[in-house]
């Protein structure tokens, strides 16, 4: 008669536990990394955004700054950006007192996850303008 220690019978059950958790983890593990890198290029081009929205401001806030300066700042901060924002959209307005700039575009996709698709960002600022002393601004 043949002696086994419990050890090893419970060794034997176990056999095939490993490669089942791996089948099972390794997928779910792969969607959370991609998950992350997705986040990453939607936040990437949330910051690319906001940053042409912001030079665009910077470009039409001064005296005798136009929407088409403000347009052609923010689109020109996009294009050196160098292809990494889809289908970008600017659009512009300045007044007498205020300049605002807004930018929304298609973010690089990895995974169809709602809500990590469109992005728009907005910066605006006072239009700068002469004053003389004493007068309300």
Not at 19 to 36: H, N, Q
Not at 55 to 74: I, P
Not at 111 to 116: D, K, R, S, T, V
């Amino acid at each position: 008669m043949r002696h086994t220690h419990p050890r090893q019978e419970s060794g034997d059950r176990d056999a095939g536990s490993v490669a089942v958790e791996l089948a099972v983890l390794a997928p779910l593990a792969l969607i959370l990394l991609v998950t992350v890198l997705q986040a990453g290029l939607w936040w990437h081009t949330r910051t690319l955004c906001h940053s042409a929205a912001q030079h665009g401001v910077q470009a039409a806030r001064t005296v005798t700054g136009t929407t088409g300066d403000a347009h052609t700042a923010a689109t020109s901060f996009l294009h050196r950006a160098g292809g990494l924002v889809g289908d970008p959209v600017v659009t512009a307005s300045v007044d007498a007192r205020q300049v605002r700039v807004q930018v929304a575009a298609t973010a690089p996709r990895i995974l169809p996850i709602p809500g990590l698709e469109r992005v728009e960002q907005e910066a605006r600022a006072a239009k700068e303008r002469f004053t003389v002393p004493g007068e309300m601004p």
